[in-house]
């Protein structure tokens, strides 16, 4: 097969000349039978046909090498759809590509990867106008490498080499370059502000509006929206691998509770939709008196039990009351109930198959903290009867959807709150959401790390007590 001759442009463009497009290393390029191409990342697969030509030549050392950015020079016909530019440019802008600055060694020093199309200059473009690291941009580590970006940008630029990392931080501080090769320099400052992690030095002009936004939130917001996203975007099953095992659990029951499911929804009939709706408001206060087993029990049946499972593809699914993202059921529910009349205090969890509340952990002070900090959080007159805590498998979404799965869980912990709210209005209960809680609140007693089993959501729900202080009567129902 041929490969392509990287041609040498004088001292100037020696860098340049070393600069190749290659596939991103997640990335498969194959050929099939005769001008047949597959393309694929994950799940995605992108089949084409390439006719004979110089796009035969491309395609080649794309698969095997990467193509010199040099090669395009011979090929300037960027309009026509068929020319190599036009080609290459549409598999960039879908973030298949990278472009790799390549030592003499054949070792990449540094990558950048960016959906947009590619800077096919002769030169590499020189970088005189004085420029800051904005106060935008981050590194980290990742897979061996130090990846910078910002959030100006959806590319990243990857320093395999740690002098030229050295360089960029002598840069920010201010001092000159003059030891570097000046072609590599400029290469990799364009790179930089082309992802805004450099940017012109600028005068103070106050906070730029985003800027008001934290930081974290940024950056989630960011890189959870098409266009703006790292690496895959949606359904890419790109972390997908069939032999790893869900997160497993090695909690100690000490007791289960099968609950009483109710015979019908009659205690709805009672009470319509649009009432339901009208009732709802959050209360932050509980009866003196417990809440019953079976209130409770019936709380959890209309809002948490599993409906039924099927086999579909090969692969069980979980279908609830609640919609989820991917019809995942990342979320699983525990409570702590301080004063349930049928429970003893304590920390359970819930099984929606079931509809089983297992004790995993007696009351303990360790356990009263974590639900006075809930009732802190709301104001909260007295004690809660139940403090309902979710946690969320989230690599079980991010093996799916990679880059919005946190953005997918925090909708399915919204879509859930408001669930328990509407049910526990219609039952005469009394619900309260909570805006935050721990990072690993629960880990000492499930055993699971906050990574494994994230807390995502706090909500308060007991006995109602009306206005004057009195207890209000659940109806019985049936
Ligand atoms: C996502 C979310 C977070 C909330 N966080 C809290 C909270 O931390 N503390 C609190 O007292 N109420 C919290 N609430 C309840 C709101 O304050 C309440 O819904 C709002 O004041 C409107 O009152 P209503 O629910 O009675 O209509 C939260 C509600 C939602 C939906």
């Not at 095997?64 to 080609?87: C, E, M, S, Y």
């Not at 030095?201 to 996203?229: P, T």
């Not at 069980?316 to 989820?324: G, K, Q, V």
Request: glycine share 8%; charged share 25%; with cysteine.
């Amino acid at each position: 097969m041929a490969s392509i001759e990287v041609q040498s442009l004088g001292e100037r463009n020696e860098a340049y000349a070393k600069v190749k497009i290659r596939l991103r290393p997640e990335v498969k390029l194959e050929q099939q039978a005769a001008g047949a191409w597959v393309l694929q990342r994950g799940s995605q697969k992108l089949r084409f046909t390439v006719p004979a030509g110089p796009l035969v030549e491309m395609f080649t050392s794309l698969r095997i090498d990467g193509v010199p950015i040099t090669w395009f020079q011979k090929h300037p016909n960027a309009t026509a759809t068929l020319a190599p530019k036009t080609q290459i440019n549409r598999l960039a802008k879908a973030g298949y590509l990278r472009e790799v600055l390549v030592g003499l060694d054949g070792r990449e020093r540094a990558a950048l990867q960016i959906r947009d199309v590619i800077d096919f200059a002769s030169e590499p473009p020189i970088q005189d106008h004085q420029c800051e690291l904005s106060h935008n941009c981050w590194a980290r580590w990742s897979e061996g490498t130090l990846m910078l970006e910002s959030l100006d940008s959806d590319g990243a630029v990857l320093v395999y080499d740690m002098a030229l990392l050295f360089q960029i931080f002598l840069l920010a501080d201010g001092q000159s370059w003059s030891e570097v090769d000046q072609a590599i320099h400029s290469l990799l400052q364009a790179w930089l502000m082309r992802i805004g992690v450099l940017e012109q030095k600028r005068k103070q002009d106050g906070k730029r509006s985003r800027e008001k936004w934290e930081f974290h939130d940024m950056v989630i917001h960011a890189r959870s929206r098409r266009g703006f996203h790292r690496d895959g975007y949606g359904a890419t099953f790109v972390h997908l691998n069939p032999h790893q095992q869900p997160t497993k659990r090695n909690v100690s029951k000490y007791e289960e509770f099968v609950l009483e499911r109710p015979v019908s929804a009659c205690r709805f009939t009672t009470i319509t939709f649009a009432d339901v709706l009208q009732k709802r408001k959050s209360i932050r206060r509980h009866s003196d008196s417990a809440i019953p087993l079976r209130a409770l029990g019936e709380f959890l049946f209309w809002t948490f039990r599993e409906r039924e499972r099927q086999r579909i593809n090969g692969e069980e699914f979980s279908f609830r009351l609640y919609p989820a993202a991917g019809c995942l059921h990342e979320i699983s529910v525990y409570l702590i109930v301080q004063n349930c009349s049928g429970l003893p205090r304590g920390l359970f969890r819930y099984e929606p198959a079931g509809h089983i509340l297992s004790l995993i952990a007696p009351f303990e002070p360790a356990l009263a903290s974590v639900a006075d900090s809930a009732a802190q959080t709301c104001g909260f007159e007295g004690t809660p009867h139940v403090i309902v805590l979710l946690t969320a498998q989230i690599a079980k979404v991010s093996r799916k959807y990679e880059a919005i799965a946190y953005s997918l869980v925090l909708k399915d912990v919204g879509v859930i709150y408001h669930a328990m709210y509407l049910v526990a209005s219609a039952l005469g209960l009394a619900p309260c959401a909570l805006g935050g809680g721990g990072f690993a609140d629960l880990s000492q007693w499930t055993g699971l790390s906050p990574w494994d089993e994230a807390q995502v959501g706090e909500f308060l729900v007991g006995a109602a007590a009306n206005k004057e202080g009195e207890d209000l009567e659940l109806s019985e129902h049936n």
